[in-house]
């Protein structure tokens, strides 16, 4: 299967610390993405990486990408309570996109 | 619209009901995708179309799902003669271009409870 694979399935940690968030996948892809899912709502996009690319950064959000070692990682700096929620990385070949079971990160006050 | 609605937010059957879920995708996006998302574990991709065409449905279990996008309506998702591990949140989502390499963008979810 192409589809991402999250590690740890949970990470708590408290307010204020990084939360570092893997993923791997088995086939060559296009791009790699990330998504954030608070409990009970959709998926909403956090960052797209491609396939040339080794790291990106957006706000509090640094991910880089390894395609030798075919997998990713997700850091979120200096979290917050509000960060807490489920995180999917998405990997995409050509015409389709597959999610894995997602990261539950829990942020404590 | 702005955003991806799906209707109805929560939907309860009996074993064997057929059940129906709908789709509107943001206007001016090509192209729909359904997702199952079981217990809060992986999303379970379903079915993708570009425009009213099927795109992709290697993952539809095909003997009692069947999925539609026809012009000028809602899409949807038709499970008939449900099943207990039917239940699930069923998303819809939605891009303009098609999913590699771009953003798509989620709805809020079906709640199907098969009881």
């Known amino acids: 299967s192409q589809q991402g694979e999250e590690d740890p399935q949970a990470l708590s940690i408290q307010e204020g610390e990084n939360a570092t968030m893997n993923c791997s996948y088995k086939?060559?892809?296009?791009?790699l993405q990330w998504y954030r899912q608070n409990s009970g709502r959709g998926l909403v996009h956090l960052i797209l990486i491609r396939s040339n690319e080794r790291e990106k950064h957006s706000g509090r959000l640094r991910v880089t990408l390894d395609t030798s070692k075919k997998s990713s990682s997700l850091l979120i700096t200096a979290s917050r309570a509000a960060d807490t929620a489920s995180y999917f990385c998405a990997t995409d070949r050509a015409f389709d996109m597959r999610f894995g079971a997602g990261t539950r990160l829990t942020v404590k006050p | 619209g702005e955003e991806v609605a799906q209707t109805p937010k929560h939907l309860v059957r009996g074993e064997g009901q057929k059940a129906k879920l709908y789709c509107a995708p943001i206007?001016?996006?090509?192209?729909v995708f359904w997702y199952q998302q079981v217990l809060k574990n992986e999303f379970k991709f379903l079915i993708s179309?570009?425009?009213?065409?099927?795109?992709?449905e290697t993952g539809m279990p095909k003997e009692r799902f069947s999925a539609k996008c026809l012009p000028n309506s809602p899409c949807s998702l038709e499970i008939q003669a449900t099943k207990l591990e039917d239940s699930a949140v069923y998303f819809c989502a939605s891009s303009q271009y098609g999913s590699s390499g771009n953003t798509i963008y989620f709805g809020e979810g079906s709640w199907l409870t098969v009881v």
């Open positions: 086939t060559s892809i296009n791009n």
């Open positions: 206007k001016g996006h090509s192209y």
């Open positions: 179309f570009q425009n009213e065409n099927v795109f992709d």
